[in-house]
């Protein structure tokens, strides 16, 4: 285990890294995801089939052949994003490969958020959906003040899952230029080959650790929504 | 409701608000509304009856346009009922809708449930809405739940909070669609007795009901509906009395045997 | 593009091998060499010693790397892995008696090496496997075999001349590799891939400044694509590749010792090499000393 405590400050910069991937790209999954449940949901049936099209195709492609073909194809095509480290943000900014996994991460777990979402919302009855056009409210208004802070309660428990799914999906990240918490495992192996196994537990309790992290704030939310009603 | 806003909604009475000329109505293969012409006046209240699949609710959820017509006009105020978006959503701000199972908004407060229209809709003040709202619930009799929530109210209590929120809209119209018919019979009257309390305030109302002492009460006319048509239109004492067509006799002869 | 390029790749090689086949000289670092199979060597060993199952059961299983061209490579298509790892592989069965297709190729990849080795998965490693003495607490190497150092592959136009230049520039090689660390400590921005082919793709559509890894294999890179990349900087680490074996065989240490020695001294070495990595155009260097094996 000396090759994990005597380079920790490494270890805790890796999962700083696999946090900062997962907190980065599950934010933007949970915008661009609710904004497809929204559309597939909605009245507008060009806008409903092109997010149901999306869903089937970034929910059917393996997560690997996302990463490949941002990583790999997109630069060869001429989209490098290379122009996102121009862009500073409170003094630090933001490297286009962490930029290129957020993408890649977020295109594939924005689908099964969508779904996530779809099943929360069907769960809410129908008549409070007419009761809010009853009243007078626009179908975005009825969405974001009546549908979705109900859908919210039913959709935490598959959305724990999809956070979670998400969590350990950072790693794929580990293949493409990213040092989060599996790159680095992978060096720390290499370098100290005679400790594998105490370096794969000191990794994986730290992955036990982040999912833990995820599955309480769930819990804890969910115990607040109750609360509520 | 103050004196001075009874007033303004009586103004006018007796001129058509409510038409529905021609409508056609299918789902899928169901004829749901065959070719039906009917017009609402203004301080008017009409009472729908019908056997069981009779097409009165849809009727009825057809004129805020909860259900899309296939042939036909419905206007409102003299205005024809916009298909789509902001139009429609400003439309049925004016028609107050009040359904069988209460359809309160499940995660908002009694108060909240009433100030929501007034806030979001109509632009009004969170203060001049609670106001309001408290006003509004007090007429109904639950200004002392305010602070609760739908789930923690009896149902009739809750049907009456949705009343209220569909007054809170000051709507040109309210629409009951079948609002007792889920209740316990024990909380029937106190529901009843809002809406007669608001008919005799002059608020211009379609009911679909089968409570048929409300429609002798409070009704102006009863129209009779069978298989998706309009059968017969008449004052309460002449429907009730003396029913000209077969079907209206029978549906009559049914209801009234206990 | 990726895919298309690979399949000119896979063709380029196919071809290599075909032209390889009829003894012409290939241009892929995927030429081979024929290798003098020992007769009767089961006589040679003691009874009891890996050798000696190895030699009376005619086969052996080697782990080499697949993807990089020079050292050891497989393309999708072919039966057998090409490069100067492979030839050392088969100079070592060889002395056993083994002929070259009677060998076993396994794909062996950084991360799984000592596993390999430890599981019996593989009776010896031969995969650009640096020497290093905390993989000699868990597996035997022997060797040297070849001694070469971290360097740099970048685009021909780049700007990058000496290590001092990559400060700040972002560097790839492969996840969890000692050069990634090197080239950490110097400042540049590592950047971790798959397989060198992923990083190499990386350099050639300008995402990262440089690939760094030992220039053994920089060089077969670089062979593959001379118009697009070149390799700079003098040699920055010292990276000696030995032969993996389990410790649960150290006898095997001896012999591997004393077989590529003699390889070294009778030509076969160079030979090997002029036929693989010397296909970049690099003169054959003066084959390195062998460390001392382990006392039993």
């Excluded at chain 1, 997962?22 to 949970?30: E, K, N, P």
């Excluded at chain 2, 009779?54 to 042939?71: F, P």
């Excluded at chain 3, 700040?168 to 540049?188: F, R």
């Amino acid at each position: 285990m000396d090759a994990v405590f005597s380079n920790f400050d490494e270890y805790l910069k890796a999962f700083g890294l696999t946090i900062g991937l997962f907190v980065v790209s599950g934010i933007a999954s949970l915008v661009l995801g609710t904004i497809l449940a929204v559309l597939r949901v909605g009245p507008v049936s060009i806008l409903n089939k092109a997010a149901s099209l999306y869903v089937t195709l970034f929910r059917n492609t393996p997560l690997l052949m996302i990463f490949v073909f941002i990583f790999i194809a997109m630069p060869v095509l001429g989209y490098n994003f290379k122009v996102v480290e121009n862009i500073e943000i409170a003094g630090y900014n933001v490297s286009a490969f962490f930029f290129r996994a957020c993408l890649a991460l977020t295109l594939y777990t924005s689908a099964f958020v969508c779904e996530a979402m779809r099943s929360g919302v069907n769960a809410v009855p129908l008549g409070q959906a007419e009761a809010g056009r009853a009243i007078g409210l626009t179908f975005s208004q009825s969405m974001t003040l009546v549908i979705l802070p109900q859908a919210t309660r039913a959709v935490i428990p598959p959305m724990t899952s999809v956070m979670i799914a998400l969590a350990k999906n950072t790693s794929v990240a580990a293949a493409f230029g990213l040092a989060e918490a599996t790159a680095t495992m992978r060096g720390f192996t290499n370098d100290n080959a005679d400790e594998r196994i105490g370096i794969f537990l000191f990794f994986a309790i730290g992955y036990i650790v982040v999912v833990e992290v995820i599955s309480l704030s769930s819990y804890l939310v969910e115990r607040k929504v109750r609360v509520a009603r | 409701m103050t004196a001075q806003e009874t007033g303004t909604v009586s103004a006018g009475r007796g001129e058509p608000l409510v038409v529905l000329d021609g409508v056609q109505k299918h789902f899928g293969q169901l004829h749901a509304l065959k070719d039906i012409e009917l017009t609402v006046k203004r301080g008017e209240v009409v009472v729908v009856i019908g056997p069981s699949g009779s097409g009165k609710s849809t009727l009825c959820r057809t004129i805020n346009r909860l259900e899309t017509i296939d042939e036909g006009t419905i206007t409102l105020d003299g205005k024809d009922l916009p298909q789509e978006g902001k139009a429609l959503a400003a439309l049925r701000a004016e028609v107050g809708m009040v359904f069988q199972s209460f359809n309160l908004f499940a995660h908002k407060t009694i108060l909240e449930n009433v100030t929501l229209g007034p806030i979001k809709v109509r632009g009004m003040g969170k203060a001049e809405a609670e106001k309001k709202a408290r006003e509004l619930l007090d007429r109904v009799g639950v200004g002392h739940q305010a602070e609760k929530y739908p789930a923690q109210l009896s149902g009739g209590q809750q049907q009456r909070v949705a009343i209220a929120r569909a007054l809170a809209m000051e709507p040109k119209v309210m629409l009951f669609d079948e609002p007792t018919s889920a209740l316990d019979p024990e909380m029937i009257k106190e529901v009843l007795d809002v809406m007669v309390d608001l008919a005799q305030q002059g608020m211009t109302m379609v009911v679909v009901t089968h409570e048929m002492g409300f429609a002798r009460t409070a009704a102006d006319r009863v129209v009779f509906m069978a298989d998706g048509a309009i059968v017969e239109e008449n004052t309460p004492e002449e429907f009730f009395t003396n029913p000209r067509s077969d079907r209206a006799k029978d549906f009559l002869g049914k209801i009234l045997k206990h | 593009m990726r895919f298309i390029r690979t399949k000119a790749v896979i063709a380029t090689v196919g071809l290599a091998l075909s032209l390889a086949a009829c003894g012409d000289a290939g241009d892929d670092g995927g030429d081979t060499t024929d290798v003098e199979v020992q007769e009767n060597a089961g006589d040679e060993f003691d009874e009891g010693t890996a050798m000696k199952e190895f030699a009376d059961s005619g086969e052996i299983t080697i782990g080499v790397k697949y993807d990089q061209p020079g050292i050891g490579f497989k393309g999708a298509t072919d039966d057998m892995p090409v490069g100067f790892d492979p030839e050392i592989g088969k100079i070592l069965a060889a002395s056993l008696g083994i002929a070259p297709e009677d060998i076993t190729w396994k794909e062996t990849i950084s991360d799984n090496r000592e596993p390999f080795l430890q599981e019996g998965e593989v009776d010896l490693v031969i995969a650009s496997y640096s020497i290093t003495d905390e993989r000699r607490q868990v597996v035997g190497q022997a060797g040297p075999y070849y001694v070469t150092g971290q360097q740099l592959l970048v685009a021909s136009d780049s700007d990058i001349e000496s290590l001092d230049d990559v400060k700040g520039k972002e560097v790839c090689s492969v996840t969890g590799s000692t050069s990634l660390d090197n080239i950490k400590a110097e400042g540049a921005k590592p950047r971790g891939f798959d397989t060198y082919s992923e990083c190499v793709d990386q350099v050639l559509s300008g995402t990262v400044d440089a690939m760094t890894t030992d220039g053994a294999i920089l060089l077969g890179y670089a062979a593959e694509h001379p118009d697009e990349l070149k390799v700079v900087v003098d040699p920055f680490s010292e990276e000696r590749y030995g032969v993996g074996y389990s410790l649960d065989k150290p006898e095997m240490c001896q012999w591997i010792v004393d077989t590529l020695t003699k390889a070294e001294d009778d030509g076969d070495w160079a030979a090997a090499f002029e036929a693989t990595l010397g296909q970049s155009g690099v003169d054959t260097p003066e084959p390195p000393a062998m460390d001392e094996c382990p006392a039993a």
